[in-house]
């Protein structure tokens, strides 16, 4: 059985922290195994010390939807604690919201994937916290891909950006907490930083395999199975393929009107299918690219965890896109997460390089062979912050 980060703290409250101002970084998805969210065992475990709450991208209650919906600062109404706001009017916490607190608690479920902005947010809470001699708590979670695998190119010095500050691949292999041991220490943030480990998981788990219920970060991340296919099927937004939103399937479904499935079959090299299948479908999305239009495509099924590697699936997708249908296929135009120049599809790869080689139909086996010493580089760095 996995024992949360959460629920590790509250069994045995540190001393260190007693008398210290609390401050939280949340969302609804905080909770411990049993629903119980972790304000309110925060505030039961520490009385009088929970003395604000912060909320990543999509808000407190997971409601916005897209990038650059932003969420306002506000009052929790079940605790009255103020609530800031990361992901509206600034996306750093500034001196005056550090001011409220001695201690920043985070307790965020991630998804294992470079450009989930949850990991960006963390970093910028170590970067003031650095400034403002404060300490950062991680209490930690699954990786709910996999501590192992690593996939894709590290991202490119010009294109740094909140969905890449790093140069880390799409699929990192690390807990929340071992990022944040990355980020403060291998690329030099230095801030006060810990973290509680869980108790119970391993590496190679996936995320039915840790007993833990699932509780959706993200609006478009309902289910463990969007998580397993959302480090490469997050490519499509920066595309007009739609990736499923407006669906009861996001990133799992994935399309357009022009496309040919059967051309699409023919075009694509099976042998990088492995642990998936691709199901011919077709949606009408609800909102978002296409909506209220049939779009022909696919729902992508993960039949073998260890095998799939989901960014060569959708790297090999978008070659096949941009060959077969030169005329249709487009580029979703700026801006991107707050890039208001940059293409956002080169922002979610980390690399115009990797756009170039594929509509120049350089094969997926050579652009994956053109990164492997970065990808070593990077295997041989975060093991060095491993706690499991």
Same mark, same amino acid.
């Given at each position: 059985?996995?024992? +949360?980060?959460?629920?590790? &703290? $509250? ?13 939280l970084l949340c969302n609804q ?12 065992? *925060? ?9 604000? +709450? ?23 109404? #079940?605790?009255? +604690? ?5 992901? %509206? ?11 409220? &607190? ?6 965020? *479920?991630?998804?294992?994937?470079r450009v989930y902005t949850f990991?960006?947010?963390?970093? @910028?809470?170590? !970067?003031?916290?650095?400034?403002? %001699? ?16 690593? !996939? ?5 010095? %010009? ?29 030099g943030i230095h801030a006060d930083? !810990?973290? *509680?480990?869980? #108790? ?10 840790? %007993? ?104 090999? &997708? &978008?070659?096949?896109?941009?060959? +077969? @249908? ?11 997460? @707050? ?8 922002? $979610? ?40």
């Amino acid at each position: 059985m996995v024992k +949360l980060g959460i629920e590790e &703290l $509250i069994a045995a409250p540190p001393a260190s922290l007693k008398g210290k101002r609390l401050g939280l970084l949340c969302n609804q998805a905080s909770t411990d195994r049993f629903f119980r969210h972790s304000r309110d065992l *925060i505030a039961q475990a520490f009385p009088g010390q929970l003395s604000c +709450l912060f909320t990543p991208q999509h808000g407190f209650f997971c409601e916005k939807q897209d990038n650059m919906i932003e969420s306002d600062h506000g009052r929790d109404p #079940q605790t009255g +604690l103020p609530v800031f706001s990361l992901y %509206g009017e600034t996306r750093r916490p500034t001196a005056e919201m550090f001011a409220h &607190l001695d201690v920043l608690l985070v307790d965020l *479920i991630d998804v294992g994937t470079r450009v989930y902005t949850f990991m960006s947010t963390l970093a @910028y809470c170590l !970067e003031e916290a650095a400034r403002s %001699g404060k300490k950062v708590v991680v209490l930690d979670r699954p990786n709910p891909v996999d501590g192992i695998h690593i !996939e894709g190119n590290l991202v490119d010095e %010009g294109l740094r950006s909140f969905v890449g500050l790093y140069p880390i691949p799409m699929r990192h292999g690390l807990t929340f907490g071992e990022l944040g041991l990355l980020f403060n220490s291998h690329f030099g943030i230095h801030a006060d930083y !810990e973290v *509680i480990p869980m #108790q119970g998981w391993q590496r190679r788990m996936t995320f039915a395999e840790t %007993g833990l219920p699932w509780l959706f970060p993200s609006p478009n991340m309902p289910t463990p199975a969007t998580a397993a296919v959302y480090p490469g099927q997050v490519i499509w937004e920066g595309t007009n393929i739609s990736e499923g939103r407006g669906t009861t399937l996001p990133f799992e479904l994935f399309g357009a009107p022009f496309l040919n499935l059967s051309q699409i079959d023919k075009f694509l090299d099976h042998s990088l299918l492995s642990g998936c299948f691709l199901r011919p479908v077709m949606f009408q999305p609800t909102a978002n690219k296409w909506a209220g239009d049939n779009c022909q495509g696919f729902q992508l099924h993960v039949t073998d965890h260890l095998s799939f590697r989901p960014y060569r699936l959708s790297l090999a &997708l &978008l070659q096949a896109f941009m060959r +077969l @249908y030169p005329t249709d296929f487009a580029f979703k135009a700026p801006p991107y997460e @707050y890039e208001f120049d940059k293409l956002p599809l080169d922002l $979610i790869l980390g690399s115009k390089q990797v756009r170039e080689a594929l509509a120049d139909g350089v094969e997926i086996a050579e652009l994956e062979e053109s990164w492997q010493d970065d990808l070593h580089q990077f295997n041989d760095a975060r093991q060095k912050y491993f706690l499991y």
